[in-house]
DNA sequence: CCGAGTTTGTTCTCCCGTTCACAAACTCCT
DNA sequence: AGGAGTTTGTGAACGGGAGAACAAACTCGG
């Protein structure tokens, strides 16, 4: 075992392995629920969906965790990897827009257990205000620098209107919070050293939907649109 | 101008780019509504928040529809992107599983809007039949084979709890669905040919946490996990 | 018509990530 | 103790995508 100062638990992991921790460690729960006590690469890949060559080269990076000629302990490895990417104890969150998708949010119950609770849901609407929500009251959004300052809020979730979430963001990043997921379909402008991530559902459909496009080859209706096509470009470059 | 056979359409164009023509096509509309009639590669870059040499590339793999010198034209450029990505016309979509998460996806209007339209919401429980959602009535889950048949479903949506996922997907594969988006935090075993896209709010929320964790160095947390950590080592490993 | 300015499409190079393949290290059985 | 069988960790080859840089192609003013 390579003994581990202060300062070499901050070398770089690769983002596309900081990506997958994530799955390993869900994994590694649902191994452990199901009573494994130990499992070799081969098996907890195929449980996360990859490769086991990747896999093994994703944990190498961590540290050397496992035992040759035996596998991973269980516990032991999402222990690790928990701290690793650091969800060992609770962040505090707050969520900004509380329609569909905020109610939707804030009932999930995978964030509370998963290293994540949900400190506090904003709105600008008046409408929405002391409305509870899962069983936290829904205040003003003006309440966002307070709360921030008082809980330590790092990670912000905005599910507002695309309209309203560069606002959101600004004020958010003005308050300290230097993580967002952002729900709305904007493309947000942030300063460097804010991390964003986008979930957009519409995008998401879009891709398949290529696939499915591709998957079922030429159809009438693409034929139709290729023509249609061709007589714009004709237009356009006459 | 290279000319356009029905077949060298679908010649390949790289994974990467096909998950940014949604990118621009919602800027391009963006600029459309602003009234602009053309824009360069620089500006249209800069609205979708990618490089100009990477916009300029990807577009490439369309086919030649700029003028240099000049830029492109937004509408024709749109619609050659819609048809590119297949959303010239609405796709018919299912969802499954009418929770929080299937209420706000019901609800959600970027769907319509975007090229796709749901025909059916099903949910296995039976105290949620015939309720309105966003217009929709739930059906029995039951019903998947018939609507997919008469409809020609391709491209269903999964926001049922995590145990349930497996036997949906492969009830909506068996039913013909070829492309599935899946918000249930579980891998999904699907045969080849059939596409799976995963949104995983959870995972978002610890790949952020990871970053925000490296960015504010080593806290007094860190180090005490670090020390458990040590003593859980030599536990094992002694 | 011609030259200066602008912008696209493409080539080239570099880097990151994936995968293969194998040595090192461990267990177990005889 | 020793050899056969397993499984990890990693070096090396490979492929794809990102970005820089430039030639080709267009506009515009004189």
Redesign the pocket.
């Known amino acids: 075992m390579t003994a581990r100062t202060s300062t070499d638990s901050a070398r770089d992991i690769?983002?596309?392995?900081v990506a997958r921790l994530p799955v390993y460690l869900r994994a590694l729960v649902g191994l452990a629920e199901a009573g494994t006590a130990t499992c070799?690469?081969?098996e907890l890949a195929a449980a996360a969906g990859?490769?086991?060559?990747?896999l093994?080269?994703d944990?190498?990076h961590l540290g050397?965790?496992?035992?040759?000629?035996?596998?991973?302990d269980v516990e032991y490895l999402r222990y690790q990897i928990a701290r690793e990417i650091g969800v060992t104890q609770d962040w505090p969150v707050v969520i900004v827009g509380i329609g569909n998708l905020g109610h939707a949010l804030a009932n999930y119950s995978g964030f509370r257990s998963r290293g994540f609770r949900v400190v506090a849901l904003l709105d600008a609407d008046p409408e929405r205000h002391d409305e509870l929500v899962a069983g936290i009251d829904v205040r003003p959004f003006d309440d966002l620098e307070s709360i921030v300052a008082d809980q330590g809020v790092a990670i912000g979730v905005i599910a507002t209107p695309a309209v309203a979430a560069q606002a959101v963001a600004d004020r958010m990043v003005a308050a300290g919070i230097t993580s967002i997921l952002n729900f709305a379909p904007t493309v947000l402008a942030v300063p460097e050293g804010v991390d964003v991530r986008k979930v957009d559902l519409s995008i998401e459909l879009q891709i398949l939907a290529y696939h499915v496009q591709r998957k079922a080859g030429t159809t009438l209706a693409d034929d139709i649109d290729r023509l249609d096509g061709q007589l714009d470009d004709e237009e356009v470059t006459a």
């Open positions: 690769p983002e596309a392995t070799s690469s081969e990859v490769n086991s060559a990747k093994r080269k944990l190498s050397s965790y496992g035992t040759r000629g035996v596998g991973y």
